[in-house]
Nanobody, 121 residues
């Protein structure tokens, strides 16, 4: 069994910064992509940023230049550094990971429980 645990959310003023962390634990053979999604009330869950096993990244247009996704493979952890935060960044942020638990390299999708980010003055 694999678990993803997010941390780092909170309340921040516009223009401020937060750093989210997502730690994977359990039966892990290999982690492929790791990503952050967010969901605001009444809206669908959208991709914020993804980092692949080779290190390539993709960002939503709305966060380019402000957010940075990274990962520490020695700790099975992904991070999302969020700068210049705006009220429209307010949402529940979810961690996602594609993880293989066995030597057959078959990946399974896992989600964290979500961490709230609120940007307000």
């Amino acid at each position: 069994q694999v678990q993803l645990v997010e941390s780092g959310g909170g309340l921040v003023q516009p223009g401020g910064s937060l750093r989210l962390s997502c730690a994977a634990s359990g039966s892990i053979f290999r982690i492929y992509a790791m990503a952050w999604y967010r969901q605001a009330p009444g809206k669908q869950r959208d991709l914020v940023a993804v980092i692949r096993s080779g290190g390539s990244t993709t960002y939503a247009d709305s966060v380019k230049g402000r957010f940075t996704i990274s990962r520490d493979n020695t700790k099975n952890t992904a991070y999302l550094q969020m700068n210049s935060l705006k009220p429209e960044d307010t949402a529940l942020y979810y961690c996602y990971a594609d993880i293989a638990s066995g030597s057959d390299y078959t990946g399974t999708n896992y989600w964290g429980q979500g961490t709230q980010v609120t940007v307000s003055s």
